[in-house]
């Protein structure tokens, strides 16, 4: 999938996190369902560090560039060192370890642990790394025509705007962990939850996802997950852009609607 692909379908997913939430009689304060689905939108672009044309390679101008080399290099490592031998040859770390639900798992708890014990210089951090990508995801069109700097800016100034919000009693720093000292571990949840997102999002296009890596399948180690080929896409097709950008929409916006109890 393409970046405004991803960054929908992640902010979908969190809005629907949050419907099901308040049908569990635990919902969520708004500034959470804004902010969660923000950090969820460019989470959701996080995955494709691995690839050095992504998105998120010119988010943060040559820290970023020079980021994803890095993460290509240790991901080619590592799909060399767990290969089976019917793994297929590759000569680039694109979709392998940034594409798994260990890589998931493990930036989801990164996160919360941060937020947890880096205070809120930490939160502020994550936001604006979260903003940014969420811009550059969700209004790729302004963002290209925008100098960095101020999409940058954007990023910072709502980050700052909405950890103040967060932080005013009642608003959900500490939603759904209470215990004292916990304020924000929750914001690791929405990271995860794009990381997942994205992997099932290339798993519907023609490449596939090793999602499931390390566990073996068929003999493989890395093996593409994803529908039948009949069923699956290209990046960037028609079905990407007239089909399920259209139906991220719509499921987000019933998700919102249904989290504020509109109907």
């Known amino acids: 999938m393409m970046g405004p692909a991803h960054s929908l379908s992640g902010a979908a997913a969190w809005l629907g996190v949050g419907a099901a939430a308040a049908a569990l009689d635990h919902p969520m304060p708004w500034p959470v369902l804004v902010v969660g689905g923000l950090i ?16 998120i390679s010119r988010a943060f101008g040559p820290l970023s560039r020079a980021l994803c080399g890095i993460v290509d290099t240790l991901s080619y490592g590592v799909y060399k060192a767990t290969k089976s ?9 694109h979709r392998t370890l940034t594409h798994t639900w260990l890589w998931a798992v493990m930036i989801g708890v990164g996160f919360s642990a941060l937020a947890v014990l880096g205070g809120r210089w930490a939160v502020l951090a994550i936001l604006f790394i979260h903003l940014v990508l969420a811009v550059e995801g969700l209004l790729w069109r302004a963002a290209r025509v925008s100098s960095d700097v101020l999409v940058w800016l954007l990023g ?41 997102v994205h992997d099932i999002g290339d798993s ?20 593409p997950v994803g529908p039948p080929k009949p069923m699956r896409f290209r990046a960037g097709s028609w079905v990407e852009l007239k089909l399920l950008m259209p139906a991220f929409m719509l499921l987000g916006g ?10």
């Open 40 to 55: 969820c939108a460019g989470a959701a672009l996080a995955p494709d560090l691995d690839h050095k044309s992504a998105t």
């Open 85 to 93: 031998t019917r793994d297929s040859r590759r000569t680039g770390g």
């Open 156 to 196: 910072a100034t709502s980050a700052w705007i909405l950890a103040g919000i967060l932080d005013q009693p009642g608003n959900g720093s500490g939603w759904l962990f209470t215990g004292d000292g916990q304020e924000y571990l929750w914001l690791g949840l929405p990271v995860l939850l794009g990381a997942v």
């Open 204 to 223: 519907l296009t023609v490449s596939g996802c090793p999602m499931f890596w390390p566990l073996p399948i068929a003999g493989k180690r890395w093996y």
């Open 254 to 263: 019933v998700g919102g609607a249904a989290a504020l109890n509109v109907f």
